[in-house]
C-alpha cells in the first residue's frame, strides 16, 4: 500500500515538498469548465498540496489518500486557508476503490506526484463515472533527485546509492519503472484527447532542505537507514559542501501536465 511507503514522513513531507507553483495552478485553473459549483477531486492529496494551490478556484473539494497521518495533516493546513463557502472532504481510501457520493462528478481531477503508485488503468476506468461530461484528468509531477541532472543533486543519489544500493527503493521494496509514459496511459483510456504543458522551475535549497525533501520520499525515508541515518545525513553534507561554500543550491526542473478529456472511444 502507499500508506506503507511513507509511513512515517508525513512531518518532513508538509515541511520541505515543494509548492505547486502558480503557474501550474493556473493550467490546471483554466483546464476544468465554467461554472458553479466547480468540483473538484484531488487523487493521493499528501498533504494537501494541490488543494491549497486551488483555493479560491473550487467550491466542492474532495480530497482521498490512503494514509490518515497525512489527511490529519491536510485537514490542519487546509481549513484555515479556504474561503469560508468552499466545501471541503477529505478522505481516506484508495484511488482504485473510492467513489464519491451519489450525483457527484468531478470537474477536474488531480493526480500530482502520485500516479506511478496507482494501478492506473482501473483508476481512468473508474474516473470515467466520476468526472462530469466536459471534464477533465489532470496527471503532473515534476523530477525527484533520484531522476535529477544537476551536478549536486547526482552527488546526492551517489550518497543514497552508497547506503541503500544502486536500485531505486520505494520503502522496503523495490521501485517499478513504468512502462508506459502518463501520455500513452491517457490516450488509451477513455480520457483520450489530451493536452500537454511544461513549466519550468528553479528553485533554492539549503542542505537542511535536502534533507528534509530526502526524508519525505519513498526512496531516503528515515526508517530505511536505521542506526545508520545520522551517518547518512552527514554524507549527504559532505557531498554538498563540494558543491557550494554559501549552503545554496540552484536546482532546475519542470513540472510535465497532461490533461485528458473524453474523446472517441
Not at 9 to 30: C, K, M, S
Request: glycine share 6%; with cysteine.
Amino acid at each position: 500500500m502507499v500508506m506503507s511507503l511513507f509511513h512515517g514522513t508525513v512531518g518532513f513531507y508538509r515541511q520541505f515538498r515543494p509548492d505547486i507553483p502558480a503557474e501550474v495552478a493556473d493550467v490546471l485553473d483554466a483546464a476544468a469548465p465554467a461554472g458553479s459549483p466547480r468540483r473538484l477531486l484531488d487523487i493521493g492529496t499528501g498533504t494537501g498540496l494541490v488543494v491549497e494551490a486551488l483555493r479560491g478556484r473550487f467550491d466542492d473539494i474532495l480530497a482521498i489518500d490512503p494514509d490518515p497521518e497525512m489527511l490529519s495533516a491536510a485537514e490542519s493546513a487546509l481549513r484555515p486557508r479556504l474561503p469560508a463557502d468552499a466545501q471541503l472532504r477529505l478522505h481516506e481510501a484508495r484511488a482504485e476503490e473510492f467513489t464519491p457520493p451519489p450525483e457527484w462528478q468531478a470537474d477536474l481531477v488531480t493526480i500530482c506526484r502520485t500516479f506511478h503508485w496507482l494501478d492506473q488503468d482501473s483508476v481512468l476506468t473508474r474516473l470515467h463515472a466520476q468526472v462530469s461530461p466536459e471534464g477533465a484528468v489532470a496527471i503532473l509531477a515534476d523530477k525527484s533527485f533520484w531522476v535529477a541532472s544537476n551536478d549536486w543533486e547526482l552527488a546526492v543519489r551517489a550518497v543514497i546509492e552508497d547506503f541503500l544500493g544502486e536500485q531505486r527503493r520505494a520503502g522496503e521494496g523495490a521501485f517499478q519503472e513504468q512502462r508506459r509514459p502518463d501520455l500513452q496511459v491517457l490516450r488509451d483510456s477513455p480520457f483520450n484527447q489530451v493536452e500537454e504543458h511544461t513549466v519550468p522551475v528553479s528553485r533554492t535549497w539549503t542542505a537542511n532542505s535536502i534533507l528534509g525533501y530526502l526524508h519525505s520520499t519513498s526512496f531516503a525515508e528515515p526508517e530505511l537507514f536505521g542506526d545508520r541515518l545520522s551517518e547518512f545525513d552527514s554524507a549527504v553534507r559532505t557531498a554538498l559542501a563540494s558543491y557550494s561554500d554559501t549552503d545554496t543550491f540552484i536546482e532546475d526542473n519542470e513540472f510535465l501536465i497532461h490533461i485528458g478529456r473524453r474523446g472517441q472511444a
